[in-house]
T-cell receptor, first 112, second 114 residues
């Protein structure tokens, strides 16, 4: 069975600082990997996804993520955080069953 | 605005009751997905329909059922409600039927079971 771990429940950064949100997955092969963002009172929005090929994936809003097979990780990064990035971030994995499994989420707090 | 609409926004009901949540997908999207988000379980995939047919099934309880109608809107029926069913229920839609396709999420229906 597939699983996803987001080790950090909360992350606090200052506006303008760099950001890295961690995601580790468990699956027997290379899964499909996703990062979503959820703003307060909103549904989820897809930031980026990885299926195959280049392990560094570019997404919307200046986010990128890197797939590292050896570490079973798919960490999300942004070089300079804006106050509007404050939200909940979810990593998700889809394996052979085509059923998505989500991590518990990381809440990003941005200090001015 | 994702283009996916869900009604109602909020629903308060009692244990043992039955409710119906409604979802209208984006224009042109053939797939509809239902998710449950709760503090206990996190975000869980419930079920997917593609062009009226069930495509994938996740952790959906037997007390829950869903369907997609010919006009492509979908309804999620929750019956014999329990306190633990209190959650935010999201609907998402995508153009095609694969779960790996980009999904567009609605704003959700918050269900409170008292």
């Amino acid at each position: 069975a597939q699983s996803v771990t987001q080790p950090d429940i909360h992350i606090t950064v200052s506006e303008g600082a760099s950001l890295e949100l961690r995601c580790n997955y468990s699956y027997g092969a290379t899964p499909y990997l996703f990062w979503y963002v959820q703003s307060p009172g909103q549904g989820l929005q897809l930031l980026l996804k990885y299926f195959s090929g280049d392990t560094l994936v570019q997404g919307i809003k200046g986010f990128e993520a890197e797939f590292k097979r050896s570490q079973s990780s798919f960490n999300l990064r942004k070089p300079s955080v804006h106050w509007s990035d404050a939200a909940e971030y979810f990593c998700a994995v889809v394996g052979g069953s085509y059923i998505p499994t989500f991590g518990r989420g990381t809440s990003l707090i941005v200090h001015p | 605005d994702s283009g996916v609409t869900q009604t109602p926004k909020h629903l308060i009901t009692a244990t043992g009751q039955r409710v119906t949540l409604r979802c209208s997908p984006r224009s042109g999207d053939l797939s509809v997905y239902w998710y449950q988000q709760s503090l206990d379980q996190g975000l869980q995939f419930l079920i997917q329909y593609y062009n009226g047919e069930e495509r994938a099934k996740g952790n959906i309880l037997e007390r829950f059922s869903a369907q997609q109608f010919p006009d492509l809107h979908s309804e999620l029926n929750l019956s014999s409600l329990e306190l633990g069913d209190s959650a935010l229920y999201f609907c998402a839609s995508s153009v095609a039927g694969g779960v790996i396709d980009e999904q567009f999420f609605g704003p959700g229906t918050r269900l409170t079971v008292l």
